[in-house]
């Protein structure tokens, strides 16, 4: 490209002449392309290290006159074309006109003005970008882009130089960060180091300062991890990988793509190395902190900020602290955290104005507002500006009808109403929500108190001691949304809210009285838009309704049940991406009962989109984040009782129903809603604290439990015992009191003294800090979460191979996470088997494919989800050998193997008469644990219809605590062992071998695992016999009439499914069936009859021939080992009940044959078969739609 022309003071320094003439040079770099030898790759290190521009054009072209020794640059280029382009333009336009010109002077200058005229012409489309990125920054953009094979719409953010360490030399270089990528660069002597991460592939990312990696920043991904140190600013660096790391979580979370802010205000100068970009990025991370700070909505704008210092009347002195000045609000917080905070609406301003100044009061500005209040603030760096620029804000407020008024519940709802209208027979637009509704105007609290006869006892004077304190202070310190917030209200807050003021005081701190006021008839036109159709929401909502604490009196009638629909309803239709979640209706129906419709709506508002974040979603993210938080806390606070609590997996447990509904559904309501009153002032933090708290009350007793159970009960009988000895509220009866067991109450705890105790041993907590916890939490749990779902394979198999017969609409839930929405059946599932499995056994194949369908079919709803189906086929692909023989070996056994499959009698008669449910593949303790009760509760119930009444009540006590055991242990089913595995007999190890013999007859070693499973089939029919002898201790069991009449399996097993005409492979079926022949198959029981005597004999001759004789064919074609129909039938030998062997001896049996042990290990390559799946797929549309057409033309 053509540059501004540039002095160049040594031309041939570093560089290459490869063509000249009397005007112009053309000059390579050195280093760049072949040889070069030392002197390049120390030329080529410079540059990378240097960041020279050289790197990203190699090639120049220089402008000398005569003899003169001083040369201007006017070209560069990143390829040889490109310069060549621009060397053959000057020949060619040049050349001719420079040659008439006398004076080298007029050369120069005719040259210089030419170039600078072409570059004038070329940015004249490219102004608006000159004016945002600098020139050396769009450099090191195309650098970026060259280096790494960017495409042009990835944009850089920022550049930085440092080292990164591969093992343990450090390469200098630099890092890359753009809004996709992480990339460094670097060349040292001719090596090149070249990385590549996206954000998206981010698990960690933290910063270091160690003796091996001073000041370094390391980034873990799902398969390794990167180190980089030696930064210039590793804090500046390190806060931009954060933002990043977030921006890609945030767009994996709602699947958006980025999008820059362009309604920034321009910089006042472009700075040299900052893109507008980066100016974007820094201007969200302060309004992200500003929006936090001070509690205001997602589209609230930061326009500056500045020190001041505030005049405070009711401290009589000035606070030092920082003016912050948005398109709305005016805020104002101390720099002693706690001390003072301000917000005050512009919507509330009335005169603004500069004051005089004096020695004691230099540069004031007065604010006054319409309620009355004036705020004073003083030592303003730029008076006059900030003046200006609220004045301009204020221009662009619109006129509110609110007036600040002290108590928004008496505000009327009149004015914030849509007027009913409509022709004459339709039914007006507020027959849903009218003003006239008793919860439009009232609590739910108030409305059924007020009959109530008013108490006079010590609680009711306690309560009344409260409102007269609020009173105070509001006369103090304000009231209403400019209200100055201080320590005193902090005290205030944890001292209790008086139930009068509740709703008022938690609209004001969670900032949702803001939002209330700048959207009159928000709610009520969200009411009429989504009431009366039906969603998955309102399904849902509808299921919920009357769970949501039924105790309570205000919601076992249809008054506080319609309030409570239409609140769900109407914010399930303002957020359909969150729509309603489970907990959403805990939460609500506390926040009606203190106040109206619309505060609680808009206090719903502000719980699910500002202070718990992606908590109430389908996949319940936010409260997954902080769950990692507490136990990151906890191993912090508490590390003693965090290793044991790990070991018991309590933690996860416990900390999502704590923090989804704020300890409202596990603490009496009384004591809970003390907490929400703490948690809406300081926020998520008081819940951390509280939480640890309780933990830490308990942390003697947690030490000496043994099981997860235990632990559970004692954390909920003491979180069922904090009580609020002050409330003036009857009591309402506690649904987790069901947890207290024994004679004697235990001790009661005051919710009072628990909260201060939090404050006292947890109060260093800061929001900052936890807000740092989240963002690495966050990176773990999306990650987690997007591992699981695999959503670009799971639509890609759903589009591609779901049948004809059934379209995925009609299997489609959307309410369930995504891997579960959709589901296939048995046929679909053996389609995709037989087109993905590594299992493949020829025209058995269908039958191994049901049998894994069977297994993965674990509610036995006849389908399975994608979760199911991956699980299957990652088990087969990559699975280490003991995995893919566990999964073998579970193929085989019930339920896998169905009824219809094993061919053996008994082995049908006792899979359909035992009165015992099958027990499903991969049982955990758990499940045993559930089968020993329910039999152990069927003894019972026969011994207690004869025992006495006492007798009884024992049985229940111990069956209840058996069920709390069982209720505490689902949550986390222990892994199975392969120990667990149940045995294998007889019957079932025979169709192990044959599927293993057909697997095997298509793969290049046939004969070699041919040999193999034949040694391994003997070696493990002679393990089942002599454990029978062992089990049995030498001596005859008593013969079991169902065993002789089960016939045994029938020689067709020892087939194979797939017959060679050559001998090869009958060999090999030989080998295999002089292995099962091995078996000792037993004659049946001593017969009645002589026919009987005669069929028994005649077979048994069959039965006793040699193995070294027996040959496949005489199997196959002679013996009979099933009774034939009709009257011809003949008594075959029946396996042996008592052989059995276990997953431990089929494995280290696998593992003496080298050819099984490659097999099994041999791992599978899944993207090999879904390319052919689409080759085949492209094909059989290709010829359906040619035959298609060619039938469409016969038929015309």
């Given at each position: 490209?053509?540059?501004?022309?540039?002095?160049?003071?040594?031309?041939?320094?570093?560089?290459?002449?490869?063509?000249?003439?009397?005007?112009?040079?053309?000059?390579?770099?050195?280093?760049?392309?072949?040889?070069?030898?030392?002197?390049?790759?120390?030329?080529?290190?410079?540059?990378?290290?240097?960041?020279?521009?050289?790197?990203?054009?190699?090639?120049?072209?220089?402008?000398?006159?005569?003899?003169?020794?001083?040369?201007?640059?006017?070209?560069?280029?990143?390829?040889?074309?490109?310069?060549?382009?621009?060397?053959?333009?000057?020949?060619?336009?040049?050349?001719?006109?420079?040659?008439?010109?006398?004076?080298?002077?007029?050369?120069?200058?005719?040259?210089?003005?030419?170039?600078?005229?072409?570059?004038?012409?070329?940015?004249?489309?490219?102004?608006?970008?000159?004016?945002?990125?600098?020139?050396?920054?769009?450099?090191?953009?195309?650098?970026?882009?060259?280096?790494?094979?960017?495409?042009?719409?990835?944009?850089?953010?920022?550049?930085?130089?440092?080292?990164?360490?591969?093992?343990?030399?450090?390469?200098?270089?630099?890092?890359?960060?753009?809004?996709?990528?992480?990339?460094?660069?670097?060349?040292?002597?001719?090596?090149?180091?070249?990385?590549?991460?996206?954000?998206?592939?981010?698990?960690?990312?933290?910063?270091?300062?160690?003796?091996?990696?001073?000041?370094?920043?390391?980034?873990?991904?799902?398969?390794?991890?990167?180190?980089?140190?030696?930064?210039?600013?590793?804090?500046?660096?390190?806060?931009?990988?954060?933002?990043?790391?977030?921006?890609?979580?945030?767009?994996?979370?709602?699947?958006?793509?980025?999008?820059?802010?362009?309604?920034?205000?321009?910089?006042?100068?472009?700075?040299?190395?900052?893109?507008?970009?980066?100016?974007?990025?820094?201007?969200?991370?302060?309004?992200?902190?500003?929006?936090?700070?001070?509690?205001?909505?997602?589209?609230?704008?930061?326009?500056?900020?500045?020190?001041?210092?505030?005049?405070?009347?009711?401290?009589?002195?000035?606070?030092?602290?920082?003016?912050?000045?948005?398109?709305?609000?005016?805020?104002?917080?101390?720099?002693?955290?706690?001390?003072?905070?301000?917000?005050?609406?512009?919507?509330?301003?009335?005169?603004?104005?500069?004051?005089?100044?004096?020695?004691?009061?230099?540069?004031?500005?007065?604010?006054?507002?319409?309620?009355?209040?004036?705020?004073?603030?003083?030592?303003?760096?730029?008076?006059?500006?900030?003046?200006?620029?609220?004045?301009?804000?204020?221009?662009?407020?619109?006129?509110?009808?609110?007036?600040?008024?002290?108590?928004?519940?008496?505000?009327?709802?009149?004015?914030?109403?849509?007027?009913?209208?409509?022709?004459?027979?339709?039914?007006?637009?507020?027959?849903?929500?009218?003003?006239?509704?008793?919860?439009?105007?009232?609590?739910?609290?108030?409305?059924?108190?007020?009959?109530?006869?008013?108490?006079?006892?010590?609680?009711?004077?306690?309560?009344?001691?409260?409102?007269?304190?609020?009173?105070?202070?509001?006369?103090?310190?304000?009231?209403?949304?400019?209200?100055?917030?201080?320590?005193?209200?902090?005290?205030?807050?944890?001292?209790?809210?008086?139930?009068?003021?509740?709703?008022?005081?938690?609209?004001?701190?969670?900032?949702?009285?803001?939002?209330?006021?700048?959207?009159?008839?928000?709610?009520?036109?969200?009411?009429?838009?989504?009431?009366?159709?039906?969603?998955?929401?309102?399904?849902?909502?509808?299921?919920?309704?009357?769970?949501?604490?039924?105790?309570?009196?205000?919601?076992?009638?249809?008054?506080?049940?319609?309030?409570?629909?239409?609140?769900?309803?109407?914010?399930?239709?303002?957020?359909?991406?969150?729509?309603?979640?489970?907990?959403?209706?805990?939460?609500?129906?506390?926040?009606?009962?203190?106040?109206?419709?619309?505060?609680?709506?808009?206090?719903?508002?502000?719980?699910?989109?500002?202070?718990?974040?992606?908590?109430?979603?389908?996949?319940?993210?936010?409260?997954?984040?902080?769950?990692?938080?507490?136990?990151?806390?906890?191993?912090?606070?508490?590390?003693?009782?965090?290793?044991?609590?790990?070991?018991?997996?309590?933690?996860?447990?416990?900390?999502?129903?704590?923090?989804?509904?704020?300890?409202?559904?596990?603490?009496?309501?009384?004591?809970?809603?003390?907490?929400?009153?703490?948690?809406?002032?300081?926020?998520?933090?008081?819940?951390?604290?509280?939480?640890?708290?309780?933990?830490?009350?308990?942390?003697?007793?947690?030490?000496?439990?043994?099981?997860?159970?235990?632990?559970?009960?004692?954390?909920?009988?003491?979180?069922?015992?904090?009580?609020?000895?002050?409330?003036?509220?009857?009591?309402?009866?506690?649904?987790?009191?069901?947890?207290?067991?024994?004679?004697?109450?235990?001790?009661?705890?005051?919710?009072?003294?628990?909260?201060?105790?939090?404050?006292?041993?947890?109060?260093?907590?800061?929001?900052?800090?936890?807000?740092?916890?989240?963002?690495?939490?966050?990176?773990?749990?999306?990650?987690?979460?997007?591992?699981?779902?695999?959503?670009?394979?799971?639509?890609?198999?759903?589009?591609?191979?779901?049948?004809?017969?059934?379209?995925?609409?009609?299997?489609?839930?959307?309410?369930?996470?995504?891997?579960?929405?959709?589901?296939?059946?048995?046929?679909?599932?053996?389609?995709?088997?037989?087109?993905?499995?590594?299992?493949?056994?020829?025209?058995?194949?269908?039958?191994?494919?049901?049998?894994?369908?069977?297994?993965?079919?674990?509610?036995?709803?006849?389908?399975?989800?994608?979760?199911?189906?991956?699980?299957?086929?990652?088990?087969?692909?990559?699975?280490?050998?003991?995995?893919?023989?566990?999964?073998?070996?579970?193929?085989?056994?019930?339920?896998?193997?169905?009824?219809?499959?094993?061919?053996?009698?008994?082995?049908?008669?006792?899979?359909?008469?035992d009165d015992t449910p099958q027990e499903p593949p991969f049982l955990s303790d758990l499940d045993f644990l559930v089968q020993e009760v329910t039999s152990g509760e069927e003894v019972k119930e026969a011994e207690d219809a004869l025992g006495s009444g006492d007798a009884e009540e024992k049985k229940e006590v111990k069956d209840y605590k058996y069920y709390l055991r069982m209720w505490a242990m689902e949550n986390e089913p222990k892994k199975e062992t392969i120990k667990d595995l149940r045995r294998m007999n007889q019957e079932q190890f025979i169709e192990l071998c044959k599927t293993l013999y057909n697997m095997f007859s298509e793969d290049p070693l046939e004969q070699e695992l041919y040999h193999a499973i034949a040694t391994v089939a003997s070696l493990l029919l002679r393990i089942g016999e002599v454990g029978k002898k062992f089990t049995n201790n030498g001596a005859n069991k008593p013969t079991d009439t169902t065993n002789a009449q089960a016939p045994a399996p029938a020689a067709e097993l020892l087939q194979p499914e797939k017959e060679e005409p050559n001998g090869e492979s009958s060999s090999g079926q030989s080998l295999v069936c002089r292995a099962l022949a091995e078996a000792q198959l037993e004659t049946l029981p001593q017969q009645t009859s002589d026919e009987e005597v005669k069929?028994?004999?005649?077979?048994?001759?069959?039965?006793?021939?040699?193995?070294?004789?027996?040959?496949?064919?005489?199997?196959?074609?002679?013996?009979?080992?099933?009774?034939?129909?009709?009257?011809?039938?003949?008594?075959?030998?029946?396996?042996?009940?008592?052989?059995?062997?276990?997953?431990?001896?089929?494995?280290?049996?696998?593992?003496?044959?080298?050819?099984?042990?490659?097999?099994?290990?041999?791992?599978?390559?899944?993207?090999?078969?879904?390319?052919?799946?689409?080759?085949?797929?492209?094909?059989?549309?290709?010829?359906?739609?040619?035959?298609?057409?060619?039938?469409?033309?016969?038929?015309?």
């Amino acid at each position: 490209m053509w540059i501004t022309p540039e002095e160049v003071l040594l031309a041939n320094a570093l560089w290459v002449s490869e063509r000249a003439n009397p005007f112009f040079i053309l000059q390579r770099r050195k280093g760049h392309g072949k040889g070069g030898g030392i002197t390049g790759l120390l030329v080529g290190t410079m540059d990378v290290v240097l960041d020279s521009s050289a790197r990203v054009a190699p090639y120049r072209i220089l402008h000398q006159t005569g003899d003169s020794q001083i040369f201007c640059s006017i070209a560069c280029g990143s390829s040889r074309k490109e310069i060549t382009e621009h060397w053959e333009w000057l020949e060619t336009n040049l050349l001719q006109t420079l040659s008439i010109f006398d004076n080298n002077e007029d050369i120069t200058t005719f040259v210089k003005g030419k170039i600078s005229g072409i570059i004038a012409e070329e940015n004249k489309s490219k102004a608006a970008l000159e004016d945002e990125d600098s020139g050396k920054f769009r450099e090191a953009e195309l650098k970026m882009r060259k280096l790494f094979g960017m495409p042009g719409e990835e944009k850089l953010v920022n550049y930085y130089s440092c080292s990164y360490w591969k093992g343990r030399v450090p390469r200098q270089g630099w890092v890359y960060l753009s809004v996709n990528h992480l990339c460094f660069y670097s060349l040292l002597l001719g090596k090149e180091v070249t990385l590549v991460v996206q954000w998206t592939e981010v698990t960690r990312l933290e910063k270091n300062a160690t003796l091996l990696f001073p000041e370094s920043v390391r980034v873990s991904t799902r398969h390794t991890e990167h180190y980089f140190s030696m930064f210039l600013n590793v804090n500046d660096t390190f806060k931009l990988m954060e933002q990043l790391a977030t921006i890609a979580m945030r767009q994996l979370l709602d699947n958006e793509g980025f999008a820059a802010d362009h309604s920034l205000p321009k910089a006042c100068k472009t700075l040299k190395n900052v893109s507008a970009l980066k100016r974007d990025l820094d201007a969200r991370a302060k309004n992200e902190r500003y929006r936090a700070l001070f509690r205001l909505t997602q589209d609230e704008r930061l326009d500056g900020h500045t020190d001041c210092t505030l005049w405070t009347p009711f401290a009589k002195m000035h606070i030092v602290g920082q003016l912050f000045v948005s398109n709305n609000y005016i805020c104002f917080c101390s720099r002693e955290e706690d001390l003072c905070q301000l917000i005050i609406p512009l919507r509330e301003v009335s005169i603004v104005e500069k004051a005089d100044s004096s020695s004691v009061l230099p540069c004031p500005v007065s604010i006054s507002t319409k309620n009355k209040m004036t705020f004073l603030f003083a030592n303003l760096k730029d008076r006059d500006f900030l003046v200006q620029r609220i004045s301009d804000f204020l221009q662009r407020t619109p006129e509110s009808g609110h007036s600040g008024s002290p108590s928004p519940s008496t505000t009327p709802l009149s004015s914030s109403l849509p007027t009913p209208t409509g022709a004459a027979g339709e039914p007006s637009q507020r027959r849903h929500y009218s003003p006239s509704l008793p919860t439009a105007t009232q609590s739910l609290l108030r409305i059924y108190q007020k009959d109530a006869p008013e108490e006079h006892g010590p609680k009711a004077t306690k309560e009344k001691m409260k409102e007269e304190s609020w009173n105070i202070h509001f006369l103090e310190f304000g009231r209403g949304v400019c209200m100055y917030r201080t320590s005193k209200t902090r005290e205030l807050v944890l001292n209790g809210i008086p139930e009068s003021l509740r709703g008022e005081l938690w609209l004001l701190f969670s900032g949702a009285q803001n939002e209330m006021d700048t959207h009159p008839g928000y709610y009520a036109e969200r009411v009429e838009q989504a009431m009366g159709r039906c969603t998955l929401a309102t399904e849902e909502i509808e299921r919920d309704l009357h769970r949501s604490m039924p105790e309570h009196h205000a919601f076992q009638n249809e008054m506080g049940i319609a309030a409570l629909r239409r609140v769900l309803t109407a914010y399930a239709c303002r957020n359909p991406g969150i729509g309603y979640c489970q907990a959403m209706n805990i939460v609500t129906s506390v926040l009606l009962l203190y106040c109206t419709e619309e505060e609680a709506f808009w206090l719903l508002v502000a719980l699910c989109e500002r202070m718990l974040p992606d908590y109430y979603n389908t996949r319940v993210v936010g409260a997954l984040v902080d769950q990692g938080v507490f136990e990151e806390l906890t191993r912090a606070c508490l590390p003693f009782l965090y290793e044991h609590m790990q070991e018991l997996g309590v933690i996860s447990t416990i900390s999502l129903s704590w923090f989804l509904t704020l300890f409202l559904s596990v603490m009496p309501f009384d004591s809970a809603v003390l907490l929400v009153d703490c948690f809406f002032y300081e926020g998520i933090k008081v819940i951390f604290q509280v939480a640890l708290a309780v933990l830490h009350a308990n942390m003697d007793t947690l030490l000496d439990c043994n099981d997860e159970g235990e632990a559970m009960t004692i954390l909920g009988r003491y979180l069922d015992n904090v009580v609020n000895k002050q409330t003036v509220s009857p009591p309402i009866p506690h649904l987790h009191a069901l947890l207290t067991s024994g004679n004697e109450p235990p001790p009661q705890i005051d919710v009072f003294q628990l909260i201060k105790s939090s404050c006292e041993k947890f109060g260093s907590l800061r929001a900052d800090v936890i807000e740092q916890m989240r963002f690495h939490q966050r990176l773990k749990v999306i990650q987690s979460l997007e591992d699981t779902a695999k959503r670009s394979v799971a639509k890609h198999i759903m589009s591609c191979y779901w049948g004809a017969s059934t379209t995925a609409a009609e299997r489609h839930d959307p309410s369930l996470p995504y891997l579960e929405q959709y589901r296939i059946d048995l046929g679909q599932f053996c389609q995709l088997f037989g087109a993905l499995g590594t299992w493949l056994c020829g025209t058995h194949t269908a039958t191994l494919a049901a049998r894994l369908f069977r297994l993965l079919d674990m509610n036995k709803d006849g389908l399975i989800n994608f979760k199911e189906f991956v699980t299957g086929l990652s088990g087969m692909y990559h699975g280490d050998m003991t995995e893919k023989l566990k999964l073998l070996y579970n193929l085989h056994l019930p339920p896998a193997l169905c009824p219809e499959e094993a061919e053996s009698a008994l082995e049908a008669t006792q899979f359909f008469t035992d009165d015992t449910p099958q027990e499903p593949p991969f049982l955990s303790d758990l499940d045993f644990l559930v089968q020993e009760v329910t039999s152990g509760e069927e003894v019972k119930e026969a011994e207690d219809a004869l025992g006495s009444g006492d007798a009884e009540e024992k049985k229940e006590v111990k069956d209840y605590k058996y069920y709390l055991r069982m209720w505490a242990m689902e949550n986390e089913p222990k892994k199975e062992t392969i120990k667990d595995l149940r045995r294998m007999n007889q019957e079932q190890f025979i169709e192990l071998c044959k599927t293993l013999y057909n697997m095997f007859s298509e793969d290049p070693l046939e004969q070699e695992l041919y040999h193999a499973i034949a040694t391994v089939a003997s070696l493990l029919l002679r393990i089942g016999e002599v454990g029978k002898k062992f089990t049995n201790n030498g001596a005859n069991k008593p013969t079991d009439t169902t065993n002789a009449q089960a016939p045994a399996p029938a020689a067709e097993l020892l087939q194979p499914e797939k017959e060679e005409p050559n001998g090869e492979s009958s060999s090999g079926q030989s080998l295999v069936c002089r292995a099962l022949a091995e078996a000792q198959l037993e004659t049946l029981p001593q017969q009645t009859s002589d026919e009987e005597v005669k069929d028994d004999t005649s077979v048994s001759s069959y039965s006793m021939v040699s193995t070294g004789s027996l040959q496949c064919e005489d199997i196959a074609d002679d013996t009979v080992l099933i009774g034939c129909a009709g009257d011809q039938q003949r008594q075959g030998s029946i396996l042996d009940g008592d052989w059995s062997i276990t997953f431990e001896q089929v494995l280290a049996s696998m593992l003496t044959e080298p050819p099984l042990v490659d097999y099994f290990e041999k791992k599978g390559d899944i993207q090999a078969r879904m390319s052919i799946c689409k080759m085949q797929r492209r094909v059989e549309r290709q010829v359906s739609s040619s035959s298609d057409h060619e039938l469409a033309q016969l038929s015309t």
